[in-house]
């Protein structure tokens, strides 16, 4: 038995003392020690003797064997201080990781539950001018969880340049008219928080700020996008594991930001079908790197990205991609 298990057998315990009613036959209780390791501390038999012979309230079993070493303690302060009643999800320890009894997911995260949409209001919404206008008005929110220190240069650098555009990524929402069910629902832009894009993706490990420029008299090469990156701990191959950051990690910073680039050049309802990187230097934590992408080529229902990651002290190339994007809207309408 390791020292958690003898620690949270040593709360039960405590706590069955803290909240008594009247007493069962039981062994003699453990002495409630700050530390498992404690002189004082006294050995166990068995978990189980301890749990099914414990003084607790007699209206209150105590905690399921089976399931109390998935239980915190938190949990188990709230259950015995509920007489019981409150207490976490039923879970099954007997297949790696465990499993819980709960509801996974909304009503909102299944597309066959989206409103009812036309096909003239999606094709009047989903354009990229529609989604450029959306998009560089909402700009990039404030991130509680923002990896970036004050004063980063190339983030000051990229917001002080007048070709460029900051935006996070957006995603279409549908809201439903409550007066008038059977009509069109509203359409509109908003500003996603997602696994690689937002306040949440940066608590996980990942902050990305975008850049858009469009094509101009300066600008000949056509539009392109450049954005500032960090990754934190949660990016980690191990985390707190003296490690680099994660391939996957590299790899969805790509993804993400050839995509966004296909989003505001032409195609808002767009989707990667075939991303090919290659990594070439390993990638730190906790340090700032530049990503530049643009367009190769484009065909009526394809376009072609390629898009680099680089030191911007010194230009150095960390990784590379070639990115294929499907334009869905072109393919649907081809289909009418």
């Known amino acids: ?92 320890l007997s297949v790696p990781g465990g499993a819980r009894d709960v509801a996974f997911g909304s009503e909102r ?54 070709n460029l555009r900051a935006f996070q990524k957006n995603v279409l929402s549908y809201h439903e008219t409550p007066e008038s069910p059977d009509a069109d629902a509203v359409a509109s832009y908003r500003v996603a928080e997602s696994w690689a894009h937002g306040d949440g993706a940066a608590r996980a ?27 934190g701990d949660g990016a980690a191959i191990g985390k707190f594991a003296f490690t680099n950051a994660h391939g996957g990690s590299i790899e969805t910073v790509l993804d993400e930001t050839t995509a966004e680039l296909v989003k505001c050049f032409r195609a808002p309802n767009c989707a990667t079908t075939e991303l090919r990187a290659k990594i070439l230097k390993p990638v730190a934590l906790h340090k700032t790197y530049r990503v530049d992408c ?25 990784a590379t991609c070639e990115a294929t994007l499907a334009d869905l809207s072109a393919i649907e309408k081809s289909r009418r």
């Open 294 to 318: 643009w367009i190769a080529s484009a065909t009526q229902f394809r376009l072609r990205t390629e898009g680099k990651i680089t030191d911007p002290e010194d230009g150095t190339t960390y």
């Open 205 to 231: 490990g990942l902050d990305l700020r975008c850049f858009y420029r469009e094509t101009s008299d300066q600008n000949k090469t056509g539009p392109s996008l450049t954005a500032a990156f960090r990754l």
């Open 1 to 92: 038995m390791d020292a958690d298990a003898v620690r949270m057998i040593n709360l039960v315990e405590c706590l069955a003392e803290d909240y008594p009613v009247r007493l069962v036959p039981r062994v003699r209780p453990l002495r409630c020690s700050a530390s498992p390791h404690s002189p004082t501390h006294r050995r166990v038999p068995s978990e189980k003797t301890l749990l099914t012979s414990s003084r607790v309230p007699q209206d209150v079993p105590p905690p399921p064997d089976d399931e109390l070493p998935a239980w915190s303690e938190s949990e188990v302060r709230a259950y015995f201080s509920s007489g019981g009643s409150a207490r976490p999800e039923p879970r099954d």
């Open 109 to 162: 995260t299944k597309p066959e539950n989206a409103p009812r949409v036309s096909d003239a209001t999606r094709d009047a919404t989903l354009t990229s001018a529609r989604y450029r206008a959306a998009a560089f008005a909402h700009g990039v929110p404030f991130r509680a969880n923002g990896l970036f220190p004050l004063g980063d240069r190339l983030l000051t650098e990229l917001a002080a340049d007048p």
